[in-house]
T-cell receptor, first 109, second 119 residues
Framework: NAGVTQTPKFRVLKTGQSMTLLCAQD?????MYWYRQDPGMGLRLIHY???????AKGEVPDGYNVSRLKKQNFLLGLESAAPSQTSVYFC????????FGPGTRLTVL | AQKITQTQPGMFVQEKEAVTLDCTYD???????LFWYKQPSSGEMIFLIY??????QNATEGRYSLNFQKARKSANLVISASQLGDSAMYFC????????????????FGKGTSLLVTP
């Protein structure tokens, strides 16, 4: 089992560009999450999904959109990137314990 | 309001000694879970230990134990016999478990404690 994988691992964007981060899990988990981690902060919840076709906002959802068209995939989109979105993004999936992906380091110039 | 508080931004401990990392939490939900994660410099989040609110005994996993004091709302992580490889950020997190949870059982994280183990 690969567990939770994230692509890409690193990305540099210019302000205003768009991109999609992909999270995939092979554990058949219903729950999936996107968090961001900023220096000196713990992880903060951006969006989450409790099952295929459903998504909901977390603590810091502004500037992001998500989709869960397939149970195993959870996509995080940035329509118009801003420097404030420079962060490390973690995806997680859960049946009880949360399993985290390796993270995506995003820099917005 | 901050649900998880880690008051120690940084800690030092000498190799082979024990260290306690503090965590206090705030919830009115009778059902919740408390987690500790380790984040080494490589960046991945490594699950260490879990304590459920109804668990009667403190959780233990190898050199890790959780000092759970429910009345004080604290869940301190104890690392025994520290090793150089224990140097990392440590995060305490809570999952609230009521059926009315509005975050799909997502975790609330503290800001973390940076632990440095010295020879």
């Amino acid at each position: 089992n690969a567990g939770v994988t994230q692509t890409p691992k690193f990305r540099v964007l210019k302000t205003g560009q768009s991109m999609t981060l992909l999270c995939a899990q092979d554990m058949n988990h219903e729950y999936m999450y996107w968090y961001r981690q900023d220096p000196g902060m713990g992880l903060r919840l951006i969006h989450y999904s409790v099952g295929e076709g459903t998504t909901a906002k977390g603590e810091v959802p502004d500037g992001y959109n998500v989709s869960r068209l397939k149970k195993q995939n959870f996509l995080l989109g940035l329509e118009s990137a801003a420097p404030s979105q420079t962060s490390v993004y973690f995806c997680a999936s859960s049946l009880g314990e949360q399993f985290f992906g390796p993270g995506t380091r995003l820099t917005v110039l | 309001a901050q649900k998880i508080t880690q008051t120690q931004p940084g800690m030092f401990v000498q190799e082979k000694e024990a260290v306690t990392l503090d965590c206090t939490y705030d919830t009115s939900d009778p059902s919740y879970g408390l987690f500790w994660y380790k984040q080494p410099s490589s960046g991945e989040m490594i699950f260490l230990i879990y304590q459920g609110s109804y668990d009667q005994q403190n959780a233990t996993e190898g050199r890790y134990s959780l000092n759970f004091q429910k009345a004080r709302k604290s869940a301190n992580l104890v690392i025994s016999a520290s090793q150089l490889g224990d140097s990392a950020m440590y995060f305490c997190a809570m999952r609230e478990g009521s059926s009315n949870s509005n975050s799909g059982y997502a975790l609330n994280f503290g800001k973390g404690t940076s632990l440095l183990v010295t020879p």
